[in-house]
């Protein structure tokens, strides 16, 4: 029964729905239980530091229920979208109502659709990559795949990673850099694969082509069914979704930054490189991402048996907790710039 822990994780999306069931004030819910009610309850519950070992780990590596809990979430997030829309366009709403069904729709969005199309586009299996992808649609950030997969795992922790931020510097300013620097950046490495392999740009091997061609599908077809007012609302908890995940992307590293050797390369990445979390119900509802330095270690290891690791810079709240105390950087930078390394912070 232990194992049903990760089902935490679809209060977000029942938040949404409590959101679209009530309305009025009620609709922003979802932001309220993310933002609010989620950090309250990691600082109320103990933290958990134990890692698996011997069968109990390999009993966990290997159970389909970890992957099929993944993987539930995808008719959810698109369930809710289609929903929602046939709802605003059905009825009258109030520019208020509006606001807050975005963001829980888009909290959702990035909570049970790109955090968990990360954890399946790092799987050995076509098909669960393939759901990866799909779940990034409604988002609109299907390139995140190419950038996140042979980008930030190679640069992570360096000047050159978009998803890196900067010691000092604002999550507003990283949302600006990192979401523009990632989408023509994965066009780069899109144009050296094909490159690579001999294949031109009109290959169909061309997949950010493919993902534009979707995502503008997605779009029309929204606007056949819904017209303006849904492709608007589509297009702004899209926003927030990617917006949710970048501001991940700003707690996991910022300010830490690995060394470059003599040789002009950098060191490897290690488990000094991430922002980890050991908070209770944060590793729950974002699928164990909190332990980021394992991830980094070895990025095939499912969700389930990630570990931690002593050496591995912790934050002083969960990763729910952290998002809110970005959004204030005064007080991000007065917690947070202590803990980085004096090295780092001159690198």
């Not at 029942?14 to 009610?37: E, H, L, R």
């Not at 659709?113 to 790092?122: D, K, S």
């Not at 050296?192 to 169909?204: D, R, T, V």
């Not at 959004?327 to 947070?336: A, D, G, H, I, N």
Request: proline share 4%; glycine share 6%; charged share 15%.
């Amino acid at each position: 029964m232990k194992d049903l822990k990760y089902l935490a994780a679809l209060t977000l999306p029942i938040s949404a729905v409590v959101s679209i069931y009530f309305k009025g004030g009620m609709s922003y819910f979802t932001p309220i239980y993310a933002f609010v009610i989620i950090p309250i309850l990691e600082l109320l519950l103990s933290h958990d530091t134990s890692n698996f070992e011997g069968e109990e780990r390999e009993n966990k590596k290997t159970s389909k229920l970890f992957d099929w809990m993944l993987y539930l979430n995808a008719p959810i997030i698109f369930s809710l979208i289609t929903y929602i829309l046939f709802d605003i366009t059905a009825h009258s709403y109030a520019t208020y109502e509006l606001v807050g069904l975005i963001l829980s729709i888009g909290i959702v969005f990035g909570t049970n659709g790109i955090n968990v199309a990360h954890e399946l586009g790092h799987r050995q299996t076509t098909n669960e990559r393939h759901l990866g992808k799909l779940m990034l649609l409604p988002s609109f950030y299907m390139h995140f795949y190419i950038e996140h997969n042979f980008g930030h795992h190679a640069n992570a922790a360096t000047k050159e990673d978009p998803a890196t931020a900067q010691y000092n510097q604002t999550v507003y300013s990283f949302w600006f850099t990192s979401v523009v620097r990632q989408y023509f950046g994965a066009w780069k490495l899109q144009l050296k694969l094909l490159k690579s392999s001999n294949n031109s740009f009109l290959s169909f091997k061309n997949d950010m082509l493919w993902y534009t061609i979707f995502q503008t599908a997605y779009l029309i077809l929204i606007f056949v069914f819904f017209e303006k007012l849904g492709v608007l609302f589509a297009l702004a908890s899209g926003i927030v979704g990617f917006l949710m995940l970048e501001t991940v992307n700003y707690i996991e590293h910022y300010g830490l930054l690995r060394t470059k050797l003599p040789s002009g390369r950098y060191e490897r990445v290690r488990e000094v490189h991430s922002w980890n979390s050991n908070h209770v119900m944060g590793r729950i509802v974002l699928y164990e991402l909190t332990r980021h330095s394992d991830h980094h270690y070895k990025s095939s290891k499912k969700y389930q048996i990630l570990d931690y690791h002593d050496i591995s810079p912790q934050m002083p709240y969960g990763y729910p907790t952290s998002m809110v105390m970005s959004f204030l950087p005064p007080l991000w930078f007065k917690v947070m710039n202590p803990r980085i390394p004096e090295s780092m912070k001159q690198a």
